[in-house]
């Protein structure tokens, strides 16, 4: 928290920065409440239901749902940028903080808002694990966990990547009494569950889109969302 900020390497991290200072001058104008900034890094996984979690639209921009969609055959091959970094297996190093445990943060945040803890203005708590995974790490740790081997290559390094960073955690661990509980294999477990439910709930509708619209025959086979379909409804059951 206590650490100069840098000028960002990318339009997205520059977002982040333009943020924390609209409320840093909201704040600065008096306004009438205070503000906690959580600095998180790399939210991932999904809910353990399989019922709530992320379907992007179009090709995904991140390494997760690119990943996942890999795995369970929507995306020919994961692409990792880079393996001639400063690190253990040449790969850019993160940390991946699991999304249920993220929730649970802001939900600390916001009590503490309510019931009028903060002594400060504005305070500023990292979240994390503390714990940097690279990308090859977090391909294996995938396969580790789901038993499906993902289909990758390495490709020429991305323009705004930053060789490895993590979060320091312990102020939020101390204030806030919040620790990240759950661990990488889990969360990628979880991630894998709920992209094949939201695939398979989506090209099950687009099916009955097209069936709808005349654009297929209902004797059309269409097995690939009739697996996935089978497969939603089977998770539903449980």
Known sequence: ???????????????????EEIIKDTIH???PFKSIILRYFNPIGAHPT?????????????LIPYLTQTAIGIRKELSVFGDDYHTPDGSCIRDYINVV????????AMNRMLENKSPEAIEIFNLGTGRGVSVLELI????????????HKIVGRREGDIEQVWANPERANKVLG?????????????????????????????YE???????????????????LAFRYLCLKQK
Request: charged share 20%.
């Open 101 to 108: 445990d993220l929730a649970k943060a802001h939900v600390t």
């Open 178 to 206: 919040w620790t990240a509980q759950e661990s990488i294999e889990d969360t990628l477990a979880s991630q894998k569950e709920i992209s094949s439910c939201l695939i398979a709930l989506y090209c099950f509708c687009e």
């Open 1 to 19: 928290e206590q650490t100069p900020r840098k000028p960002a390497t990318s339009p997205y991290g520059n977002t982040k920065q333009i943020c």
């Open 209 to 227: 889109d097209r069936l709808r619209f005349g654009i297929v025959k209902s004797e059309m086979r269409f097995p690939f969302a009739s697996a």
């Open 50 to 62: 399989a019922e709530i979690g992320e379907l992007p639209n179009g090709v995904p921009q991140n």
């Open 140 to 151: 294996s740790a995938f396969e580790k966990a789901t038993g499906v081997k993902v289909p």
């Open 29 to 31: 104008a008096s306004a």
